[in-house]
């Protein structure tokens, strides 16, 4: 019976669209890779896509997130580079971790990344913010450049907390010294007992927690990294609209602008950190007009009225990046010139690290 | 307030209900199975959960650790055989009232006092959330360190036979705990390049492969024991008022059993003996004691329950489990993605609610059940083990199989099996193998963040104080307790056997210095400090086997004496329950030629058939419903099974093992 029901909907939805597209689902089922644990972030953002996915792709595919945790996510992102066929029928859920591991040189990884094909990116930002006894005023750092101790939360340098490193190193805060092993809710913890110094959050969490603690005023603001749009100019987070972004905030310090091979890092770490901190992406090789059908599905999806409704809990407040300038991300993100990856390399070694990006 | 019983109606959700009760009912079951507790029925559930909404994981989760401790007394009273740890005292009084025909009387008793107990639990618990942001706020990193330490001193101190062997378990489980990539540094340690070891030993495989396995080769091997049905017995009434005239006693010893449940690392064990000494101690007539008292079961029983609540505290405050379920527990918190601690008592406050609520209805649940179905639930104790073993043994490989999806677990299961069956034969604790196992990384990173923030200088703030000599009076009291009994070390058989195990042991310490040398302080500071400090307790413990063994004088010296308690283990049946073991690697090989699904089938046939040649309908029934549950699962999991080498060759459909 229920074969028979299945037989009936492929053969209704196959001559629905032989007339619309090329390109047709109908009957196919599409596996969407996650390299990460049922219940992480990128499993919920595909769970979350994957109704609307289902509902604007041409021939309407069932589609199945096969979840492959392990090994740092290099395991599910190795499975899929050897198992994705590039017709459309798999998907990759990538986040930061992923391309972080890609960035700096990871041996163990065997995954293409930089040449995969894009549909969407889902931006997210960092907020930074300090105790208020720690800075005569909100989004000042003169104290804290002062300090011969400011401690923050790192959970690992083989990971984008590095870029924390990176960023304070930059605004030169001398007396700033990691905390190894310490999970942004760890290290808020840690932050609210006083412990450390300086502690940052994600949109989300910015929200449900720090933002009560800002309104007793315990604790500031310091600034956030910044959206940076895809023709490079970077926007202040709608979200504490009056802090500044890190570049505002390294030309406030450092009496220049951020300019140069800081700027060229900035773009890379801000592209893997924050521009595609989870996206859905195609294999290697697949053919551009199933890419724009991806893309097409996409931008219908954005426009849903009940997407509308439930993105902005779900998914938070930034918009997804839909199209070819997601792919120029990814490069970026993915791929760190030299310059870039020595000036990691430096703070990394300043900081008494021996991990080191390759 | 409001989010209390906004919990509670969450809870009378029919969805949050059905977990909750699918969780009860299976806690029941692994409580009565002799020999299984929490910790295998959690390692059951926890590859299922993390699908599930977390309300509902949590609910279920909570619903098979609460009742385990109600029907283990079925078996205590009616086999004489503690069903799980926890019902170890129940034993001394439940089985001589059975064998006078009063089991309705003593399993009545101990389900309510289960009851109340497990109610009284629930009850500190919510009292203790309201208190806990200020604790949580006063316990820095120094204060967090010297909690897990004293943590995993007291668990190693107390849950071995002898607390040497005790103490060197829990090292050797923070080291097995440092297999992987380095917290501080990344370096990978001791991990062969594998992709298989960067993340550490899986959770699920320690706790499965430690606890489930030595279990079911256990009872495999204790065949034969004669158990006792309910029919006709009467008394349930006369239960029930022994509880109320004993009102008092089930207060105190519920109190005692939230208190030591709430001891970091300790809980579970040792709560029930406690319980009993102090029933022992407060009672003027002790004669009948271990004849047939029936406040020696109430006392115990009210104590095992009450202290899941009271073990929940320092599990969901601090993340440091009270006991080994909670280390499952805190593994199912990290899958559905809530981290404890000060998260619990403000943004997650209603899900801590619902759990707090979930562990009262348990309770009743559970207790009800026991009552209303005593002489149903009776007779499992009367199903032959060899039937139930090898479907416990497929459950086992199918929960292990649905972590990762990986070949590799299997080796790994089999693997902490077999530590599992030497360790619990030889007399080195299990518990604090898993405990130390669990808290590894903890200790690793809080050392490392101690010492940024605050130097020594942790060691004199005030609570630092109080919590070192809250830690040495209470070992101190509960060693004197503990240990009091004497030692025969001439019952004790195969003891080259056991010295040779030492030996054996002090391999891992050995080989991870040899492996991690060469990386950076940070790397190897820990795990190579751990393996001196291991190989110096092994090293001792080897000269007090040798000196046992050779009747040296100076063994009469009286800490040499304390030292020496329990050194040997008395084993009994060992090469059998190996024998045993030996089938299961049979199975793994199977699985390498068929799959999972038809290798389980062809498993439980042999199995049961090599036991019992008539039972051929059982054992084709039982594998044909277990095909059935397999390919129910596998489309609604969309889980494609372990398949074998015949998958090749034949094409078969992916839920039978295929490859497509």
């Known amino acids: 019976m229920r074969k028979f029901l299945i037989l009936l909907l492929v053969s209704f939805f196959s001559l629905t669209s032989i007339v619309s597209a090329e390109v047709d689902f109908s009957g196919k089922t599409v596996t969407w890779v996650v390299p990460f644990k049922e219940g992480g972030g990128t499993s919920r953002f595909a769970r979350f896509i994957q109704p609307f996915l289902t509902k604007y792709l041409p021939g309407n595919p069932d589609i199945q997130v096969m979840h492959i945790p392990g090994g740092g996510a290099i395991k599910g992102s190795n499975y899929f580079q050897e198992n994705a066929k590039a017709d459309g029928t798999f998907l990759f859920g990538c986040s930061t971790s992923v391309i972080v591991n890609v960035a700096t040189g990871n041996p163990l990884v065997k995954y293409n990344l930089s040449e995969y094909r894009p549909v969407l990116l889902l931006p997210q930002n960092t907020h930074w913010f300090t105790r208020s006894d720690l800075a005569t005023e909100p989004h000042d750092m003169s104290k804290l450049i002062e300090r011969d101790l400011v401690l923050y939360a790192l959970k690992t340098p083989a990971s984008a907390d590095l870029f924390h490193i990176w960023v304070f190193d930059k605004l030169g805060l001398k007396g700033a010294k990691p905390i190894p092993g310490l999970s942004s809710s760890g290290g808020y913890q840690a932050f609210l007992r006083g412990e450390i110094h300086i502690s940052s959050h994600g949109a989300a969490n910015y929200v449900k927690k720090v933002k009560p603690e800002i309104e007793q005023g315990k604790v500031v603001d310091l600034m956030t990294l910044g959206i940076i749009g895809t023709d490079g100019s970077v926007s202040r987070n709608p979200l504490a609209p009056d802090a500044p972004t890190f570049p505002e905030m390294y030309e406030k310090i450092n009496g220049k602008k951020l300019e140069g091979?800081?700027?060229?890092?900035?773009?890379?770490?801000?592209?893997?950190?924050?521009?595609?901190?989870?996206?859905?992406?195609?294999?290697?090789?697949?053919?551009?007009?199933?890419?724009?059908?991806?893309?097409?599905?996409?931008?219908?999806?954005?426009?849903?009225?009940?997407?509308?409704?439930?993105?902005?809990?779900?998914?938070?407040?930034?918009?997804?990046?839909?199209?070819?300038?997601?792919?120029?991300?990814?490069?970026?993100a993915a791929i760190f010139s030299d310059t870039t990856k020595d000036q990691l390399n430096a703070v990394l070694k300043k900081n008494r690290f021996t991990y080191r990006v390759k | 307030m409001e989010q209390l019983f906004a919990a509670l109606f969450q809870l009378f959700e029919l969805n949050h209900l059905a977990f909750l009760f699918a969780g009860t009912m299976l806690g029941l079951v692994v409580g009565i199975?002799?020999?299984?507790?929490?910790?295998?029925?959690?390692?059951?559930?926890?590859?299922?959960?993390?699908?599930?909404?977390?309300?509902?994981?949590?609910?279920?989760?909570?619903?098979?650790?609460?009742?385990?401790?109600?029907s283990d007394t079925f078996p205590a009273v009616l086999m004489g055989v503690p069903g799980t740890s926890g019902s170890?005292?129940?034993?001394?009084?439940?089985?001589?009232?059975?064998?006078?025909?009063?089991?309705?009387?003593?399993?009545?008793?101990?389900?309510?006092?289960?009851?109340?107990?497990?109610?009284?639990?629930?009850?500190?618990?919510?009292?203790?959330?309201?208190?806990?942001?200020?604790?949580?706020?006063?316990?820095?990193?120094?204060?967090?360190?010297?909690?897990?330490?004293?943590?995993?001193?007291?668990?190693?101190a107390l849950t071995g036979d002898n607390f040497i062997k005790g103490l060197t378990s829990c090292f050797l489980g923070?080291?097995?705990?440092?297999?992987?990539?380095?917290?501080?540094?990344?370096?990978?340690?001791?991990?062969?390049?594998?992709?298989?070891l960067i993340e550490g030993v899986p959770l699920v495989v320690v706790g499965l492969g430690l606890f489930a396995l030595p279990e079911i080769v256990g009872l495999l091997n204790s065949q034969g024991s004669i158990a006792k049905t309910l029919k006709n017995e009467k008394g349930w009434a006369t239960g029930l008022k022994d509880v109320f005239k004993n009102w008092f006693l089930v207060l105190r010893c519920s109190t005692i059993g939230c208190l030591v449940g709430a001891l970091p690392g300790?809980?579970?064990?040792?709560?029930?003996?406690?319980?009993?000494?102090?029933?022992?101690?407060?009672?003027?007539?002790?004669?009948?004691?271990?004849?047939?008292?029936?406040?020696?079961?109430?006392?115990?029983?009210?104590?095992?329950?009450?202290?899941e609540g009271g073990a929940l505290i320092p599990t969901l405050i601090f993340g440091i489990p009270g006991s080994g379920n909670k280390v499952l527990l805190l593994g199912g918190f990290v899958l559905i993605g809530i981290e404890p601690g000060l998260d619990m008592v403000t943004t997650?406050?209603?899900?801590?609610?619902?759990?707090?609520?979930?562990?009262?209805?348990?309770?009743i649940l559970g207790a009800g059940i026991c009552v209303a179905f005593a002489s149903h639930i009776s007779k499992f104790t009367l199903v032959p083990y060899y039937i139930l073993a090898p479907v416990m043994i497929c459950l086992i490989f199918f929960a292990t199989f649905n972590i990762n999806r990986d070949w590799y677990d299997f080796i790994g299961l089999l693997g902490f099996g077999l530590i599992g069956i030497t360790f619990?034969?030889?007399?080195?604790?299990?518990?604090?193998?898993?405990?130390?196992?669990?808290?590894?990384?903890?200790?690793?990173?809080?050392?490392?963040?101690?010492?940024?923030?605050?130097?020594?200088?942790?060691?004199?703030?005030?609570?630092?104080?109080?919590?070192?000599?809250?830690?040495?009076?209470?070992?101190?009291?509960?060693?004197?307790?503990?240990?009091?009994?004497?030692?025969?070390?001439?019952?004790?058989?195969?003891?080259?056997?056991?010295?040779?195990?030492?030996?054996?042991?002090?391999?891992?310490?050995?080989?991870?210095?040899?492996?991690?040398?060469?990386?950076?302080?940070?790397?190897?500071?820990?795990?190579?400090?751990?393996?001196?400090?291991?190989?110096?307790?092994?090293?001792?413990?080897?000269?007090?086997?040798?000196?046992?063994?050779?009747?040296?004088?100076?063994?009469?010296?009286?800490?040499?004496?304390?030292?020496?308690?329990?050194?040997?283990?008395?084993?009994?049946?060992f090469n059998k329950q190996f024998h045993y073991y030996v089938?299961?690697?049979?199975?793994?090989?199977?699985?390498?030629?068929?799959?999972?699904?038809?290798?389980?089938?062809?498993?439980?046939?042999?199995?049961?058939?090599?036991?019992?040649?008539?039972?051929?309908?059982?054992?084709?029934?039982?594998?044909?419903?277990?095909?059935?549950?397999?390919?129910?699962?596998?489309?609604l999991l969309t889980l494609q099974f372990p398949n074998g080498a015949i998958g090749f060759l034949i094409e078969l459909p992916w839920w039978l093992g295929g490859l497509y």
Not at chain 2, 176 to 196: H, S
């Open chain 2, 424 to 573: 619990k034969n030889f007399g080195w604790s299990r518990p604090a193998l898993l405990i130390g196992f669990f808290l590894s990384t903890k200790v690793e990173l809080l050392s490392y963040q101690t010492h940024a923030v605050y130097g020594l200088s942790f060691l004199y703030r005030p609570v630092s104080i109080v919590l070192m000599v809250l830690c040495f009076l209470t070992i101190l009291l509960l060693l004197r307790q503990r240990f009091e009994s004497n030692y025969s070390a001439e019952l004790a058989a195969n003891k080259l056997g056991q010295i040779f195990y030492v030996l054996v042991l002090m391999c891992l310490p050995l080989s991870m210095i040899w492996v991690i040398s060469n990386l950076d302080y940070r790397a190897n500071l820990f795990p190579i400090s751990l393996s001196i400090i291991a190989l110096i307790l092994l090293s001792f413990i080897l000269f007090v086997k040798i000196a046992d063994l050779k009747k040296l004088e100076l063994l009469q010296h009286p800490i040499m004496n304390f030292a020496r308690s329990n050194i040997f283990e008395i084993t009994a049946g």
């Open chain 2, 33 to 70: 199975l002799p020999g299984m507790g929490g910790t295998s029925g959690l390692a059951l559930v926890l590859p299922f959960v993390f699908t599930m909404e977390p309300s509902y994981a949590l609910a279920m989760m909570i619903g098979v650790l609460a009742p385990t401790t109600t």
């Open chain 2, 583 to 635: 089938s299961f690697l049979g199975f793994l090989f199977l699985n390498f030629i068929f799959g999972f699904p038809i290798a389980s089938a062809l498993f439980i046939n042999l199995f049961i058939l090599f036991h019992d040649r008539k039972a051929y309908r059982v054992s084709l029934s039982i594998s044909a419903i277990l095909l059935i549950i397999l390919w129910m699962l596998s489309s």
């Open chain 2, 174 to 196: 923070l080291i097995i705990g440092t297999i992987g990539t380095a917290p501080i540094t990344g370096d990978p340690r001791y991990t062969f390049d594998t992709l298989y």
């Open chain 2, 266 to 307: 300790l809980g579970g064990t040792v709560v029930d003996w406690i319980a009993y000494s102090h029933l022992k101690q407060t009672t003027k007539d002790t004669s009948q004691f271990g004849k047939g008292d029936i406040r020696g079961v109430i006392a115990p029983e009210a104590a095992n329950n009450a202290k």
């Open chain 2, 348 to 363: 997650n406050l209603d899900l801590t609610y619902l759990m707090i609520w979930s562990l009262a209805l348990a309770n």
């Open chain 1, 261 to 332: 091979d800081d700027l060229e890092a900035f773009y890379s770490i801000g592209a893997a950190w924050s521009q595609a901190s989870k996206s859905m992406l195609l294999p290697e090789n697949t053919p551009d007009e199933i890419v724009e059908v991806f893309r097409d599905a996409a931008r219908k999806m954005v426009n849903d009225p009940e997407f509308k409704e439930k993105a902005l809990k779900a998914l938070g407040p930034f918009p997804l990046i839909i199209g070819e300038e997601a792919g120029e991300i990814v490069k970026k």
């Open chain 2, 88 to 156: 170890q005292a129940t034993v001394m009084d439940g089985f001589p009232l059975s064998k006078k025909g009063m089991a309705a009387r003593a399993l009545s008793a101990a389900f309510s006092a289960s009851l109340l107990g497990g109610i009284f639990g629930a009850f500190i618990l919510s009292i203790s959330i309201y208190y806990a942001i200020p604790i949580i706020m006063a316990f820095g990193f120094g204060e967090q360190f010297l909690l897990v330490v004293l943590a995993l001193l007291m668990v190693g």
